[in-house]
């Protein structure tokens, strides 16, 4: 034994002081190993739509209804069950529902008890006491734990057992005790919840949705490009606090930033009227939804839309000019446009433009800010990095989450592995070096985290600016696009200019070849791996199928933001894998919170895909099961070290 192994081993010793310890260990983990794996729960592409991604998340994708399905069947009727299933997702809710209606509430109280324990029993079946003893709410701890653990089907205990339920209603605590069975239910049935990018922008709540996230028991993110937009703004790149602005203002989304995150947008606000008082902003109408905007804030917001949209292509024209590696100069348009003409020239075509009144703009350095810009900007840099709750939310996302994982055999990332036409891996120079594969998502995150963490100046500078690089860059792997076309889009009437043509992944998908060369780049291989990816919405109602290559890879985005499901047609796909295999579900949209709870509606669901593994799966064959076996080693050298008397037992 070398010296580096014993002095690991009186570490362990000082944690497990006898043979009787380090034994007893021994056993708990190798009996853990035989449990089932854990339920892991995997959603993408969020963008802010806070009711049904709770929905969502309240009821596991299907996985309370299935499970209530499993341990009543036919003994209770359809609308019991869709009753017991409300409750569990909004047990507040509800109860206040049922003490409005319910005659004899001490019989409801007595018979929903019975119910709750016993799906709770079910669903804490697969995990050691001690997992769900920490998962009980404390307040209940006791209570809880009796009534998970006793018998009343055995005559010693019966009395006891219904004596528990009888002091309890008794007491007044038969509202708290139901609503901590349904939490700790929910809590049971999804052991680990995956988002696969983009909780950020199109819709307004994402603050909610990262409240939600913060407060989860176990969760990994991988970041999106909206994701790293926010992020990238809070680290304070002045072009993405712009885009970030830019893009809340075009779906009337400032309150976010205003009430929710205490932005003080008076700056821009002020900047807007001086500068753009007499402007229609007609080509910067705003996408708002019906009944969840004022009206009355659409002027000022569209010209504040404008006011920090040209912002943005200067402070982007100035990235470029910066970063020539970046390879981006198709994206200075500024310079391009002749506005004595009132057009732009694009690869040697002229275009005419839909607006031409840029009082802001400096035809001789045109992306040069002006002095009144300057000034915004630099107010609003200032509050986006002071902004004690937005901090807090972007942490979040840098410590739980990163641009890819992989995960108990499967690949998860948001958008693409950059890939040249004939499928190989594209090599991309990052400040100098040419990374490709997984050593470009390394190498992206690296600076992205040094971005926000570095306390160099240089290399946070860098940082910074790499993270508008993985917002828009056509080698980023959360954009997969050749160019972004925004400047396009508002100012251009052909719509041939907006095309923003997708990275050759997308048209190589069904390649099984290809697809198995990605999962082996991050060291994954066998028919039961797969790769789960978000970013693109699969357009359903033109018979798109989010299943791709036989079933390897996985796209799971469909439009949980209300601003694609025209297009999609359907309101989001969602990834169930249980011990049994994998369930992919497509959810049409969510009405109300009130309706769920009033007429026990709930979002309808198809399931699409369903792979059934050859073995029911255990934590044995998960990541924390491969750590659990090195443990037991280890633990194992420690007993024979005692036996031996390489190491003396502290009796």
């Known amino acids: 034994m070398g010296n580096n192994d014993l002095r690991y081993l009186k570490s362990l010793a000082r944690q497990y002081p006898t043979v009787a310890s380090a034994a007893t260990e021994i056993v708990n983990l190798q009996a853990i190993l035989s449990l089932p794996k854990g339920t892991e729960h995997f959603i993408t592409d969020i963008h802010g739509e806070y009711d049904q991604f709770q929905h969502i998340i309240k009821n596991g994708s299907g996985a309370i209804k299935r499970k209530i399905e499993e341990e009543f069947a036919n003994a209770i009727s359809v609308a019991e069950k869709k009753a017991i299933a409300t409750l569990i997702y909004y047990p507040e809710q509800k109860i206040e529902q049922i003490l409005k209606t319910e005659e004899n509430i001490d019989d409801w109280y007595k018979v929903t008890l019975y119910r709750l324990i016993h799906i709770c029993k079910s669903a804490s079946s697969k995990y050691t006491r001690s997992k769900v003893r920490k998962a009980i709410p404390k307040n209940f701890a006791y209570v809880i734990e009796e009534l998970l653990t006793g018998r009343p089907d055995m005559s010693d205990q019966e009395a006891y057992y219904n004596e528990i339920i009888h002091s309890v209603i008794h007491t007044g605590t038969a509202t708290e005790l139901i609503i901590a069975f349904c939490n700790l239910i929910r809590r049971l049935v999804v052991d680990h919840l995956h988002v696969v990018g983009d909780i950020f922008d199109r819709g307004p709540y994402a603050n909610l949705v990262m409240d939600t996230l913060i407060e989860h028991h176990s969760v990994d993110i991988q970041w999106g490009n909206h994701d790293v937009s926010w992020m990238g703004a809070a680290a304070g790149n002045r072009a993405l606090i712009c885009n970030v602005i830019r893009i809340s203002a075009k779906y009337g989304n400032l309150n976010l930033l205003e009430d929710s995150y205490g932005i003080n947008l008076v700056p821009l606000a002020r900047l807007a009227m001086n500068r753009y008082d007499k402007d229609p902003c007609a080509c910067f109408k705003l996408d708002y939804r019906e ?238 791996s797969h790769i789960v990816n978000g970013h693109i919405p699969i357009e359903a109602k033109k018979g798109e199928s989010p299943v791709k290559c036989n079933g390897k890879l996985l796209i799971i985005d469909g439009g949980f933001s209300k601003a694609y499901q025209p297009k999609t047609g359907i309101a989001g796909y969602t990834l169930i894998y249980n011990s049994y295999g994998l369930m992919l579900a497509a959810h049409e949209p969510f009405e109300s919170v009130e309706k769920a709870v009033q007429e026990g509606s709930d979002i309808v669901s198809h399931t699409i895909l369903v792979q059934h593994v050859g073995m029911r799966k255990t934590v044995k064959d998960t990541d924390d099961g491969k750590i659990m076996q090195d443990n037991i080693r280890d633990l194992e050298e420690l007993l024979l070290a005692y036996r031996e008397g390489t190491i003396v037992e502290n009796m």
Not at 462 to 474: A, E, H, M, P, Y
Not at 503 to 511: A, D, G, I, Q, R
């Open 291 to 528: 009944n969840e905007y004022d009206v009355r804030d659409a002027m000022l917001d569209e010209k504040m839309h404008k006011a920090i949209t040209i912002m943005q292509f200067k402070l982007e024209g100035q990235l470029i000019k910066r970063h020539p590696e970046f390879q981006m100069q198709d994206r200075l348009l500024l310079d391009k446009i002749q506005i004595e003409k009132g057009v732009i020239v694009l690869d040697g075509k002229e275009y005419p433009l839909r607006d031409t009144n840029f009082p802001t703009v400096d035809w001789s350095d045109p992306y040069r800010l002006s002095a009144e810009e300057e000034d915004v900007i630099d107010r609003l840099t200032t509050a986006f990095l002071n902004c004690e709750k937005l901090q807090k939310h972007v942490r979040f996302l840098f410590t739980k989450g990163s641009l890819y994982n992989v995960y108990n055999g499967n690949l998860l990332y948001h958008g693409c592995v950059p890939l040249n036409e004939d499928g190989s891996f594209t090599k991309v120079n990052i400040y100098g070096k040419e990374y490709s594969g997984r050593a470009l998502y390394d190498a992206l995150e690296n600076y992205a985290r040094k971005g926000y963490y570095s306390i160099d100046p240089e290399e946070k500078r860098k940082g910074r600016d790499i993270l508008w690089f993985i917002w828009s860059n056509k080698n980023s792997p959360v954009f997969g696009k050749a160019k972004m076309t925004t400047f396009e889009r508002y100012f251009i009437a052909d719509k041939a200019t907006h095309a923003e043509p997708k990275n050759p992944y997308y048209s190589l998908l069904e390649n099984e070849e290809i697809v198995n060369r990605i999962l082996f780049e991050f060291g994954l291989s066998g028919e039961e």
